[in-house]
């Protein structure tokens, strides 16, 4: 088993609460995106992210606009919809009862090592 795969496939289940949670503060542009994910070192690059916000648009939990640019064409804009803010919602319910049972597991380890 290869823990280089194992980590790119916990980035990829990751990386939609990621979207999320960027856009719950602001409305992007996806360059503004890819820039964000990697400083926090979630590599992530076009391919991957254009798609994701494709279907989560198509999903309704993202909108977006056209806002005009002076370094060029209009940009892309995107935001949470009602429908997001209520996913990412219990996406992070989700995530924090997941990490609970890691930490939970983890000190569990620990305490019988």
Not at 35 to 42: G, I, N, P, R, T
Not at 63 to 69: D, P
Not at 73 to 78: E, G, Q, S, T, V
Request: hydrophobic share 40%; net charge negative.
């Amino acid at each position: 088993m290869n823990v280089d795969n194992v980590r790119s496939q916990m980035r990829k289940g990751m990386l939609e609460y990621c979207i999320l949670l960027l856009l719950h503060r602001e409305a992007s542009y996806a360059s503004d995106i890819i820039l964000k994910l990697k400083e926090a070192h979630l590599i992530v690059v076009e391919g991957t992210l254009y798609p994701l916000l494709t279907r989560l648009k198509n999903d309704n939990l993202l909108a977006y606009e056209w806002v005009e640019s002076n370094q060029g064409p209009p940009r892309k804009y995107y935001s949470l919809t009602p429908e997001g803010e209520t996913f990412l919602q219990g996406l992070e319910e989700a995530w924090t009862e997941l990490a609970n049972t890691v930490n939970h597991l983890k000190r569990t380890q620990n305490l019988l090592s």
